[in-house]
């Protein structure tokens, strides 16, 4: 069985190379052959990659909401490839294991248990990325013990993150931490690092919690995959 990951698609090569290692991490674990392709972008994309690889094929969206990528555009690219033994999974989501590796990252920018915490995330106007975003900081609240408050990546002059962070200073916060809710470096993660905050995560990129929901996903295709049709 091959896996294959699809990934948004970033035009930071550092961001690729991000993908590519988990891709090589997953392929050592899992002991089967893993390929790494993007949505959007930049290449290889799903067709690029299906062209190459025989045989049956999950396919996992490393996505941490079920956006507009998640629910249209990748099932559509791969019914235009007119294959019908891939098996697409569930995204990432706002999984509990990706909210803990979250708040490792926080911890190890250096918060401390009294910071005011922000949950940055990429700007969606799907409802459905909008409701996992918000799930995903409810997580990671209940996880430090304290609110956190969600905040959207956006660049340009809309509201962003840094007007959040600045809020919370007017509003009585001696320091402000912000969770990273990204897969990998990019534009959006040079954005936080410019936003005001006293703590600033990194992104979750191959962080041992991503493999681990890799798996599952890969470990839950097969069991569907086994059950009689």
């Not at 997953?26 to 062209?51: E, H, K, M, S, Y």
């Not at 396919?59 to 007119?82: C, I, K, N």
């Amino acid at each position: 069985m091959n896996l294959l990951l699809v990934a948004h698609g970033t035009r930071d090569p550092a961001g690729a190379v991000v993908t590519e290692r988990v891709a090589e991490l997953a392929a050592l674990q899992l002991g089967v052959p893993v390929r790494a392709c993007f949505a959007d972008v930049r290449g290889p994309t799903l067709a690029d990659v299906l062209a190459e690889v025989d045989g049956p094929t999950v396919a996992v969206p490393a996505f941490l909401a079920a956006g507009y990528h998640v629910r249209a555009d990748v099932p559509e690219q791969l019914r235009a490839t007119g294959r019908r033994d891939v098996l697409l999974t569930d995204a990432f989501g706002p999984d509990p294991a990706l909210v803990a590796a979250a708040a490792q990252r926080l911890v190890e920018a250096g918060a401390r248990p009294d910071d005011a915490v922000v949950l940055a995330v990429a700007a969606s106007s799907d409802p459905h990325a909008q409701a996992d975003g918000a799930r995903a900081a409810r997580r990671l609240g209940r996880l430090l013990g304290r609110p956190v408050t969600l905040a959207p990546i956006v660049l340009g002059d809309r509201p962003g993150v840094g007007d959040v962070v600045a809020r919370l200073r007017a509003e009585g916060a001696g320091r402000v931490a912000v969770a990273s809710w990204l897969l990998a470096p990019g534009l959006f993660q040079r954005n936080l690092e410019c936003c005001g905050a006293d703590a600033v995560g990194t992104p979750l990129a191959d962080h041992p919690a991503v493999l681990e929901v890799l798996r599952d996903r890969y470990a839950h295709a097969m069991v569907a995959r086994a059950r009689p049709a």
